[in-house]
């Protein structure tokens, strides 16, 4: 059956089989084996021979900058038996020695093995015996990516679109670039992974329902530091790719002054020099983005397909929030949390900005809990006999599939990159699973 055929094309119904076991396997191969996947973050390994360790897909792997500098990924594997090599999160390490035989790996190469006379009567080929590595790293604006697939289209072709949302929003160089937060926090949701990526993907439509009690706990103004959102902002979602590659999606495009103005009202809070920070930051956005007519303060939520989620991307007093969805089997997501700070920040504001990001997105946090028990309410209704066999809705708004741009606002001048749409949107979810299914029918 080809993975395709789940989707009601025009209608917009998908099956629930979409996320059944039996396409597990074949999605950590084609998908997982076969996307730019992000790894973490390049300021995190600041010295030879640091190393963390991540999975892409299930397989676990190490990130180690070498004795050269470069920063290379292995799987996470001993050649000689399959052993995992590395069992800490993160470390400096000249050599990995494996636990069960002894066998010594450095930059990668066997460099040692332990009574390689006698055992292997100096037989042993050493060189034969690496550790499998990563063919295509690459480090764009400080974050890592690496691919399996050696063929793959480098990453600047892969992000296309999203490529001037990450350098404008997220990355910033021109205010020093990011700063990232070592060790990710992590938990495990008993749910499938495309469930969190299409929800950070193009699901704007959800908040003021499932976020019900951080809405009127804003709305109430009780704790203006609460106040991160907005009322009644003009908000756009891009599709970036739109039927012509990688599916990214970014959300809460906010279109106002009011966003900074919240900012600086924080920051102002902070210390002159925070404030001083902030307005600086402000200017040079306004510079980059003097061409448009509709100048975006930031996007907020966003997608990297497959499984990089972004969240508070673009406050000043946000920290970046940057969310692996790692699968574990079919029906179980290992979530992981990293956070990224803004380098040439005061130090206070890098504190306010890690503060806001946990007191929100941590497992025990503010607003991510209420997705969670949304996406355990969804979970078993996917494997339920009765259940499973009704189709899930992404039908919102099918024209906008064609339409060549919808917000009347970008009828003239220069548009910002990718497919503009108003802030309630399917069509990149749409975008999401029909390339899932391209790659996953693909023969490999
Ligand atoms: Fe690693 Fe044998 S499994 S040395
Ligand atoms: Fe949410």
Redesign the pocket.
Known sequence: MKTSSLFGGAAGLFDPAAFSEDLHPRELRNVFGRCWLFLGLDSTIPKKYDYFTTYMGEDSVIVQRDSKDRIRVYLNR?P????A?CVFDSGSAKAFT?A????TFTDGELTGVPYRREAYQNELDLSAHSLYEVPKVKVYGGLVFATWDANAKPLEEFLGDAKWYLDTFLIREEMGGLEGVPSPQRYIMPVNWKLLAENFAGDDYHFEFTHQAVVQAMSRGKDDRLKHRPDKVRSFSVAANHRSGPPHGFLELRVSDEPFKIDLAHARALGADCAEWVEERQRRLEEKLAVFALKPYSFHIGNIFPNLALIGIGSATYAKGLIQHHPRGSNVTEVWVWAAVEKSAPQALKDRQKFVLMQRQAAAGIVAPDDHEIFQRIAPNLRAEESKRRPLLYNMALKDDERETSPPEFASGPRWPGKILPQFSEVIQRDFYRYWAELMDREI
């Open positions: 001993c000689h038996r399959g052993s090599l494996c069960y035989h002894g066998w």
